[in-house]
């Protein structure tokens, strides 16, 4: 074996690690040290040279390589700095921040970031809290019908908090119906009432709202209401609604602009049409509702609508729930079907007329087969369009800044969050390949900014992100499809375990029977290992982060069967899972 070149591992550790520390574990000093480090909330790395067989091979060389042979040895940006009393002198002193993250008197800031929405805001906070100097812009120009909202993105505004609220409205109507069962004297004419609903939710946003306000302003994170473009690599101007223009500098900056809905190329739809930017503070009761799409939005906010009574036809272009397990996205669209709304398979809107203005109004939508054919017509009171959404990247000058964007979408190509500018960085929905989902873009955000400024080596990690469909019935999904398990590591090395199952609380209530639905992926060449979980069910978003953590720990079948389950509930049925898709057995449950 050829010798271990004990100077290219050092040099390696110091390259690869903002604050690397060659310590010894029983040291005091290197303990005081590393304390500092976790004080100041700044990664390190360190490795205890009393605890590896070439320890004192390392040391002799670190002694060669800096004329210091005590611990701890301290690295800053791959420059020897010196031991504890060195370390604790800088720190004293005001120098070791800077060291970790040079200041960068040229610039208005350190950091600026565009877009205050889930990644903007995560990576701003964690900046500031490392000391660096920060401005936030977050600007939302009004949708065609000139909805607009606060600080806070898409998901606090107009995406997952008001439409968890929302689905939250439908569930309990349902469990109005329930709740008979179970003995509460319900009048059978209860209603629902719009406005309440919607005055409710937006209370919650406007409070939410408010709240970022004052973490920035408690952080010292300057907000700017205004919109912001790139004039030149390091240069930004921000305008406000009123028109007032600041420009300003930065070392870095972070794009965390996000999405916005697409409408189709079609007469009368951004004139007619609502998306899902407005659906949430409508002002009127929407009525009976074409929701056009099939995928996330369009879907869940089909579901709510139809779960607070209202007529519901969801518009197919050709599958349900593109990307997901298709086996799972026909059992969503079957329970949606069976409890109300009605599905306009392989379709697509040709124009949208109005006959009668009004809130709702009332509406005429053509349509025709997705391959061509007759067109047809039906008419609603409001159209709801689903049907994706568009990057913003388009009008923020990142042609001034040289940062290259995929033409076909928008979104950025990025190696670890570092588009091909090497300050400008994006996080969130933009990013070419990730998922477009709140927690990827915070958890991308805080990373980011703790690896330009706190010395972190920590990467956002994209694999194995969970997620959940907000349905009448919800979806939860981890990993691998069985499509793409199967096109991955192949058909014989793939063993589905799946069942059906029924909620208790299904029992009494008499709700349907065999639509609830578990599946387990699992790779037969590498132990069975779990490479995709799958459950259609109430709380499928509290089941799947659950057995999200066993995933990223690598669980294999035969730990989720030696994992007790809690009785009752639906999550115990992932312990008990013992028929396979290759069996074909039969999977349809009868009581508890
Ligand atoms: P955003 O949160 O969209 O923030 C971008 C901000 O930048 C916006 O405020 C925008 O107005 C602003 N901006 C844009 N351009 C400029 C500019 N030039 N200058 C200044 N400001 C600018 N995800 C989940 O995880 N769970 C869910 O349940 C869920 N539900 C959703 C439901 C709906 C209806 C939708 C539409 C999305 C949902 N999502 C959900 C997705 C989630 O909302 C996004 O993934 C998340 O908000 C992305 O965060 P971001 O920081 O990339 O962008
Ligand atoms: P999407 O996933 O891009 O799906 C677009 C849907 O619209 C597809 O069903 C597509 O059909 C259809 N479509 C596209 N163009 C059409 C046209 N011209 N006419 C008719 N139908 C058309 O978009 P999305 O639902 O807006 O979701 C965007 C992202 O937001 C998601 O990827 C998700 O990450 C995030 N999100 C998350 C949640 C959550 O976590 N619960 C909720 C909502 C949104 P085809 O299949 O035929 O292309």
């Known amino acids: 074996m050829a010798p271990i070149d004990t100077k290219s591992v050092i040099q390696q550790h110091t390259q690869n690690n903002k604050v690397m520390i060659f310590s ?3 040291c005091p000093f290197c303990k005081r040290v590393k304390k500092l480090f976790d004080e100041l909330k700044v990664d390190y790395k360190a490795i205890e040279l009393d605890e590896m067989d070439n320890g004192k091979e390392l040391q002799d060389t670190l002694h060669e390589m800096t004329g210091q042979r005590t611990v701890p040895n301290v690295f800053i940006n791959n420059q020897h700095v010196g031991g504890c009393d060195t370390v604790l002198k800088k720190n004293k002193e005001g120098e070791l921040m800077n060291l970790i993250s040079p200041p960068t008197d040229k610039y208005d800031y350190d950091l600026i970031v565009i877009g205050g929405g889930s990644g903007g805001l995560a990576a701003s906070k964690a900046a500031a809290d490392l000391g660096k100097k920060v401005a936030v812009c977050d600007f939302v ?13 898409t998901c606090v505004n107009v995406g997952c908090i008001p439409k968890k609220l929302m689905h939250q409205a439908a569930l309990l109507g349902h469990s109005l119906d ?18 309440t609903m919607k005055t409710s939710v937006q209370n919650h946003i406007g409070s939410l709202n408010w709240g970022y306000r004052v973490q920035l302003r408690d952080k010292q994170v300057t907000y700017h209401n205004a919109y912001a473009e790139f004039t030149d690599p390091h240069t ?3 305008v406000t609604k009123r028109g007032k223009e600041t420009v300003m500098t930065a070392a870095h900056f972070i794009l965390a602009v996000g999405m916005r809905p697409r409408y189709p190329d079609i007469p009368g739809a951004k004139e007619y049409c609502i998306t899902s930017d407005d659906v949430f503070s409508l002002a009127y009761n929407p009525g009976k509702t074409l929701v056009i799409g099939a995928s996330y939005v369009a879907l869940e906010c089909a579901g709510f609508l139809a779960g607070i009574g209202l007529d519901v036809t969801v518009m197919v272009r050709s599958i349900l729930l593109r990307g997901f397990d298709q086996d799972m996205a026909n059992r969503v669209g079957d329970y949606m079907e069976t409890n109300g709304i009605k599905f306009i398979r392989e379709h697509v809107p040709t124009k949208i007329e109005q006959l009668e203005s009004g809130t709702p109004g009332k509406l005429k939508v053509y349509y025709k087969p997705s391959q061509g054919g007759e067109e047809k017509s039906l008419e609603v009171n409001t159209v709801l369009v689903g049907i994706g959404r568009d990057a913003c990247t388009g009008t923020i000058g990142l042609d001034k800044a040289g940062v290259t964007v ?35 873009a915070i958890a991308a955000g805080k990373l980011l900014a703790k690896r330009l400024y706190g010395g972190s080596n920590i990467q956002c990690d994209y694999v194995n992100v969970p997620t959940t469909v907000f349905t009448p019935l919800e979806y ?14 192949g058909e014989d090395n793939i063993e589905v375990y799946h069942t059906l199952f029924r909620p208790l609380e299904f029992t009494v209530a008499q709700r349907d029977e065999n639509v609830c639905y578990a599946k387990v992926i699992c790779n037969k060449s590498d132990n069975e290992r779990i490479v995709g979980l799958h459950v259609l069910g109430p709380n499928a978003g509290e089941v799947t982060q659950g057995f999200s953590l066993g995933m990223k720990c690598g669980a294999t079948k035969a730990q989720l069967d030696a994992t007790i389950g809690i009785h009752p509930t ?11 898709k290759r069996d074909g057995g039969d999977i349809t449950q009868a009581g508890c």
């Open 570 to 580: 639906c999550a115990e049925t992932f312990t008990t899972l013992s028929m396979t």
């Open 141 to 153: 120009k009004p949708t065609p019908l000139g909805t607009s909202w606060g600080l806070g993105g």
């Open 236 to 238: 930004i101007k921000a």
């Open 476 to 489: 939860g999904a981890c990993g691998y499809s069985e499509e793409n398990a199967i096109a991955k590591f």
């Open 178 to 195: 329930d709740a008979k069962k179970y003995g509460w004297q319900v009048p059978d004419d209860v209603q629902h009432n719009w406005d």
């Open 406 to 440: 995929n033409p076909k979408n928008g979104k950025i190509p990025v190696v670890n969050e570092q588009t091909n500018v090497p300050h400008i960085y994006a996080v969130g929905d933009i990013l070419e390949g990730s998922p477009e989902l709140t927690p990827i």
């Open 24 to 26: 010894k574990s029983t």
